[in-house]
Each structure stands twice: as C-alpha cells, then as structure tokens.
C-alpha cells in the first residue's frame, strides 16, 4: 500500500476579502500533493483565481495559513522571488501575463531576474520553448502570435524558472478541441517529469477525467477534495456547488441499471465507456438490441 504523498502546497482555514469588502476566500482549506494533478472546479464567483493568486503570494491571506513545503509563505521580496521560481502562476489571459516584445524576450525574463549567467538562462529558455513546441517561434513578436500560442507563451516562461508547482487559471479556456488536446499533451509530459500541476476548469467532464484530485469550490471555500474515481459518489455535492456529474457517469450508471455493463471498472472518458461496450459486445454477452441502445446512449 503506497503511503500518502506530502502536500507541496496547503492552505489553512485561509480568510481574504477585497478592498470593496467582497469576500474572496472564506475560511478555505486544502492541500496539493506532491507529484499530483489536481483540478478545482466551481461556478464563476466561488474563488477558483483567488485561491490561485495565494498560491504564489498575489495575495497575502488576512487570516489563517499559506505554506509551501511545509513552511509558511515569506512574504518578503527574497521570500517571494524564491517561492514564485518554485510555484509558477498561468493566468488565465495570457495578455495579462506577456509584456515584452519577442517570445524570447519574454521567456527570458523571469530568469534572467533570478540572476543566472547568459548560457544557463538560454538553455532554459530554448528547453521552455522545446516544451510547449514553441522553440521555432523565439524571435516572433508576441503580438503575432494566437491566442493559443500566447498561451503556450505564457506556461513557457513560466516553466523557464523551472517549478516545482505549476498553477493554471482556466488552461483550456478560448482554445479549440485541437489546441486543447496539444496542450493536454504537454502538461501530461509536465507530470512525467516529476511537476505537480494545480489548474481550475469549469468542465467537470475533464477535471473528471484528467485529475488524481478533485477540488470543489463553492462561496470562497474548498466543500470537497476527493480522489477523481470517487466522484460518482458526490452528485448531490456538485449540485449544491452548481455543478453536474459527468455525463459519462450519467451514462455508465444508466447502463449497469439496464445490466449491460457492470459497476466496475468505472470508467472516466467516453473512449473508456466505449472501450467497454466494445469488450462486452466481442465477448457475445450482450443481446444484440442491448447493444444498438447502449451505442446510441453514448
């Protein structure tokens, strides 16, 4: 049995409000494990950036704790420059992170601010660029470019300060099926190399099927974090949070109901549901009308 993996990252009971009075954060606490892929989801208004923005030391919590490897965040400018070289923030904009004039001017930045000689900063920056298959376009302007490739932009430079912990604010947001899967790919080679990934996303149906963990929040607070396979289990949870069950849920549920499929293994994606029925139907153990109403479901 595998024991549980330290948090990198954990906030507790964290109070922010701001300068209008609204409150942003409400007594929110969770923790991000180490080597882990996490998904926070809720409905727009229940604090998914403003948790992001304490992650980093955007901002400074009024009441409760930040820490970082077990430490608590040093809000000092020493204490800051280094965590921001191990937490590395995407916002959801990339227009609001991109200010220089070339792609490489930008991903040069944050190292270059870290003081490292010219050949170091160059490797990685050229290793940033590699990463999210941007390399050819290190002399473009960055009004030039896509969105989908500002994006691509924006994770490079942070990946060129080589962290630890990577928080994206909305990743899929504004890209089309194409760039979503290009960039999927690329966070998945993230986590192959050993980074710990924080995104939020409004589509339960990802989260669902991408995550170790899911983080439900709701009115400034984490109501639930749960392991991914679990969420079949939480429908009345994510309604009270705004949110649906995966339809693939949905789906597979209605099908066990029929006795088509079996409860386990549960699957986290239509290919997988699909993958299924195809099993079951090869196996000669589903009636052939079974099977014609089990395709038209999915």
Partial sequence: MNSPRAPILQLDEVVYHYADGSSGLDHCSLAIAQGS??????VNGSGKTTLFQHANGLFTAERGSVRYAGQPLDYSRRGLRELRSKVGLVFQNPDRQLFSASVLEDVSFGPLNLGLDEATVRHRVDTALAAVGMLEHAAKPVHALSFGQKKRVCIAGVLAMEPELLVLDEPMAGLDPQMQAELLAVLEDLHDKGISLLI??????????WADTIHVMQQGRCVLSLDAYDLPAHGEDLARAGLALPTVIRLHAELVCQGILKPRPQPRSTHELLALLGAREKDNSMPENSASLARRAV
Avoid: K, L, M, P
């Fill in 200 to 209: 939020s996303t409004h589509d339960v149906e990802f989260a669902y099927q």
């Fill in 37 to 42: 892929r996490n998904a926070v989801i809720g």
